[in-house]
């Protein structure tokens, strides 16, 4: 029997399969033939095989684009392109890239509502934006799309679908790499950075690597540089920036496994929700953090509470005499052991309601993959992002026992925090 062939190795690469799919993935990815030094060129893309708004502006769709008013976004261009592209089929010169492309995304504007409804509060919210910006964009360029009807062999209805469009943005957003470039004539001012590089575009994402990636003015080529070297026969990664997991779903559609800047974010809401309702300088108090940006990332990471959030809760929990030295929270000081003792109670009671709702959740999730079958993909996927959660929840927890403990046991010798300014060293609120 061939190697690969059996029935073991069958089941094996079934798993794999699900395996990436359920955390957004084709499976597919780049492996180094030879090993990689620090600092040498990984990819080098001439020119020429970009796809961007010049190559939009020089098709056929260019003279179109020229007389449409109002003047089509880049991004607009780009999707229309792809689209009439891929219906051009084999007389498309881009169709050995256009059938490489993955034929169906798992970013929150191609997911199931009853799916969407399971994100976590804030990403479900921005999940519903994005599927809204998505809708409007198509609405509003149906008469741009009619307009290229002497160039489509059926109705330009038929061609620019929804579901067309919608593969064609998810293609850019997903896949396009940064290009900074000036206004094209004929485009609209919205920025034009976006720039589909067939072949580099199959590179995966470890937050671990680091590269250089960007256009080089004097070869002309948009090249990529490993900051971490490879060795031979691994997968080359890049790292699509330091992005905790809710916006690497929002963004690109999969849930990586142990990333460092995986975060749980606090909301205004909840901070409020556990603190004394009967605190009379609770609004003054919301509008220092407010007006000190302390009320936005505060998180939950892998090494616990961020400083930021046990700092906006220190800053909250002060007592009527100890207000006037708001100040000093904010710089770091150590108010009062009380004070101390209050912000990490809060902290964990927040933690705890997290992680309730974290498992609450998954059992949800875990129900309805029994009932839809058909959406088992996407119900994997928003599993991975509370399983994972979950598991910064249980760290937090951890961490926040000890500094608990700490207190209890030497409330005088506890370490200061570090100043305001010094970066901490995890959660995604650097
Ligand atoms: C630029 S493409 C990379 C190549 C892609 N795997 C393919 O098959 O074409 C970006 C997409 O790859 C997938 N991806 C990239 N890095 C990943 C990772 N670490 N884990 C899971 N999926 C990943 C996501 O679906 C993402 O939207």
Redesign the pocket.
């Known amino acids: 029997m061939k190697k690969g062939r059996g029935r073991t190795s069958r089941i094996r690469r079934r798993k794999l399969c699900t395996n990436?799919q359920s955390?957004?993935?084709?499976?597919?990815?780049l492996m180094s033939r030879t090993s990689l030094q620090e600092g040498q060129v990984i990819i080098s893309l001439p020119e020429s095989c970009l796809l961007t708004t010049d190559t939009v502006i020089r098709s056929h769709l260019g003279a179109y684009i020229a007389k449409w008013q109002p003047l089509p976004s880049p991004l607009l261009a780009l999707c229309t392109f792809l689209v009439a592209e891929k219906h051009a089929g084999d007389r498309s010169p881009w169709k050995p890239y256009l059938e490489?492309?993955?034929k169906a995304?798992?970013?929150p504007v191609c997911l199931e509502p009853e799916v969407v409804a399971l994100l976590p509060g804030p990403l479900e919210a921005k999940a519903r934006e994005q599927r809204t910006r998505v809708r409007e964009l198509f609405t509003s360029s149906r008469g741009f799309f009619s307009s290229l009807q002497p160039l489509l062999s059926e109705a330009a209805a038929s061609v620019f679908s929804y579901r067309a469009f919608l593969w064609a943005w998810c293609t850019v957003n997903?896949?396009a790499v940064y290009m900074e470039r000036g206004r094209r004539q004929g485009l609209s001012a919205e920025p034009d950075t976006c720039a589909l590089a067939p072949y580099l575009?199959?590179?995966?994402?470890?937050p671990a690597v680091q590269v250089k990636a960007a256009f080089n003015e004097e070869t002309r080529c948009y090249e990529i540089r490993t900051g971490s070297g490879c060795r031979r026969h691994e997968e080359v990664?890049i790292c699509?920036g330091p992005h905790d997991s809710r916006r690497l779903l929002l963004e690109?559609?999969?849930?990586?496994r142990g990333n460092p800047h995986a975060c749980v974010p606090v909301s205004q809401d909840v901070l409020v929700k556990y603190l004394p309702s009967t605190d009379k300088q609770m609004n003054r108090k919301i509008s220092i953090l407010k007006d000190h940006d302390f009320i936005e990332n505060l998180t939950f990471g892998w090494d616990g509470p961020s400083w930021r959030l046990l700092t906006a809760l220190k800053l909250l929990c002060l007592e009527a005499g100890e207000f006037p030295r708001w100040k000093k929270v904010l710089l770091g000081e150590r108010i009062s052991e009380t004070n101390e003792k209050m912000s990490l109670d809060i902290a964990q009671k927040i933690c705890r309601y997290f992680t309730e709702e974290a498992s609450a959740m998954l059992q949800k999730v875990s129900h309805m993959k029994d009932k839809e079958m058909a959406l088992i993909h996407q119900l994997t996927l928003v599993e991975t992002l509370w399983t994972e959660e979950l598991k910064i929840l249980r760290a937090s927890a951890e961490t926040l026992s000890g500094l608990q403990a700490a207190v209890r046991d030497s409330p005088t010798c506890l370490r200061s925090p570090p100043l305001l300014g010094v970066a901490p060293s995890a959660g995604c609120d650097a």
Do not use: A, E, K
Not at 23 to 29: E, F, H, K, N
């Open positions: 990436f955390r957004g993935d084709t499976g597919r990815g490489v492309l993955p995304y798992t970013c997903t896949r575009d199959l590179l995966n994402h470890s990664f699509y690109y559609g999969f849930v990586p």
